[in-house]
């Protein structure tokens, strides 16, 4: 089985270096996908409350076999449910949902300046914490300006922020951000679902040199960019596939070559997505 690095948070928690995406899976591909997922070595694992499949998600990992602590496990905070209290109702609905006793790593999925709630749900976030009922906090397409706010009105940095990144958004300015401050980054749509990533002849050149697949390159330049992909499949050759990323090493040039083309975001601007 495979053995995956770790990242040290600055709450002083750990975080495997690659995950499982659950989305846009039900609740018995989720139970599933988790299971697999686990047994080939995953131990991260991200669900949100919009996926609608926090119930098979925590099935899989009440079911999989090892420790409930080996495995941390994530999910969100809809738009729906920003403000103080309502975070708090909504992580219980959450945690009842998975049938945990905590949450390993708790997000904010989506900042929606325009609602201007979110620094209400990061004050209830920190009780939840110091409460125990959630091991790390942090925030998902939050910008460096949005976090700034965080620490200044509440002096709570978070601990991760999950971003949409793939070679067509590489996020050089919000990397060097977060990493100044000591926020980890896990990256969203790591493999560029939806985009033509997969098939690029640049990836494939890179792929062959090494006699890795594209998927497990593209998964490479994360790693080694220090930032947390989360790739979702629910196919177990998949998930082996995407885990096999730690015996080889991409150099300078093969970076650059992955890197080099024009950014293009495939989901929604962190400014404007309103999402509830
Ligand atoms: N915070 C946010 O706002 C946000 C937004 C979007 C996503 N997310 C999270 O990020 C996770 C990953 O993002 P994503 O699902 O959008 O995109 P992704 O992981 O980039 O791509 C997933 C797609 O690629 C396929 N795939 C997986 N491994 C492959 C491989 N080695 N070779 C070829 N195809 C492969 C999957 O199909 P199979 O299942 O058939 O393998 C699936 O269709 C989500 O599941 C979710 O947990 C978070």
Redesign the pocket.
């Given at each position: 089985m495979a053995t995956v690095p770790v990242h040290t948070l600055n709450d002083g928690t750990t975080s495997p270096a690659i995950g499982?995406?659950?989305?846009?899976?039900d609740d018995a591909e989720a139970e599933q996908?988790v299971r697999s997922a686990v047994e080939a070595g995953y131990r991260l694992v991200?669900?949100?409350t919009n996926?609608g499949n926090e119930t098979g998600t925590g099935r899989g990992v009440r079911s999989a076999g090892v420790a409930r602590e080996e495995i941390v496990v994530t999910t969100?905070l809809p738009g729906r449910h920003h403000g103080y209290q309502e975070t708090l109702d909504s992580f219980e609905e959450s945690r009842r949902r998975l049938g945990l006793d905590y949450v390993d790593l708790y997000?904010i999925?989506?900042p929606l300046p325009r609602v201007d709630r979110y620094v209400e749900s990061w004050k209830a976030m920190i009780k939840l914490r110091e409460e125990g009922l959630v091991r790390s906090i942090g925030v998902?397409?939050f910008t460096a300006e949005h976090i700034d706010r965080l620490e200044r009105e509440t002096g709570v940095l978070p601990s991760v922020d999950?971003?949409?990144m793939?070679p067509l958004l590489g996020q050089e300015e919000l990397r060097g951000r977060l990493a100044a401050k000591g926020v980890l980054a896990e990256?969203?749509?790591?493999?560029?679902?939806?985009s033509d990533l997969?098939s690029d002849p640049a990836v494939a050149k890179v792929a062959e040199a090494h006699g890795r697949?594209?998927?497990?390159v593209i998964?490479r330049w994360h790693v080694q960019l220090g930032v947390v992909?989360?790739?979702?499949?629910?196919?177990p050759e998949?998930?082996r596939?995407?885990l096999d990323v730690f015996e080889f090493t991409l150099d300078q040039a093969e970076l650059a070559a992955i890197s080099d083309r024009a950014e293009r975001r495939?989901?929604?601007d962190p400014d404007r997505h309103e999402?509830f």
């Amino acid at each position: 089985m495979a053995t995956v690095p770790v990242h040290t948070l600055n709450d002083g928690t750990t975080s495997p270096a690659i995950g499982l995406g659950t989305y846009p899976m039900d609740d018995a591909e989720a139970e599933q996908a988790v299971r697999s997922a686990v047994e080939a070595g995953y131990r991260l694992v991200d669900t949100a409350t919009n996926y609608g499949n926090e119930t098979g998600t925590g099935r899989g990992v009440r079911s999989a076999g090892v420790a409930r602590e080996e495995i941390v496990v994530t999910t969100k905070l809809p738009g729906r449910h920003h403000g103080y209290q309502e975070t708090l109702d909504s992580f219980e609905e959450s945690r009842r949902r998975l049938g945990l006793d905590y949450v390993d790593l708790y997000l904010i999925h989506w900042p929606l300046p325009r609602v201007d709630r979110y620094v209400e749900s990061w004050k209830a976030m920190i009780k939840l914490r110091e409460e125990g009922l959630v091991r790390s906090i942090g925030v998902s397409n939050f910008t460096a300006e949005h976090i700034d706010r965080l620490e200044r009105e509440t002096g709570v940095l978070p601990s991760v922020d999950q971003i949409e990144m793939h070679p067509l958004l590489g996020q050089e300015e919000l990397r060097g951000r977060l990493a100044a401050k000591g926020v980890l980054a896990e990256s969203w749509s790591p493999l560029g679902r939806g985009s033509d990533l997969l098939s690029d002849p640049a990836v494939a050149k890179v792929a062959e040199a090494h006699g890795r697949t594209p998927g497990q390159v593209i998964l490479r330049w994360h790693v080694q960019l220090g930032v947390v992909p989360i790739p979702k499949s629910g196919n177990p050759e998949r998930q082996r596939e995407n885990l096999d990323v730690f015996e080889f090493t991409l150099d300078q040039a093969e970076l650059a070559a992955i890197s080099d083309r024009a950014e293009r975001r495939l989901g929604g601007d962190p400014d404007r997505h309103e999402e509830f």
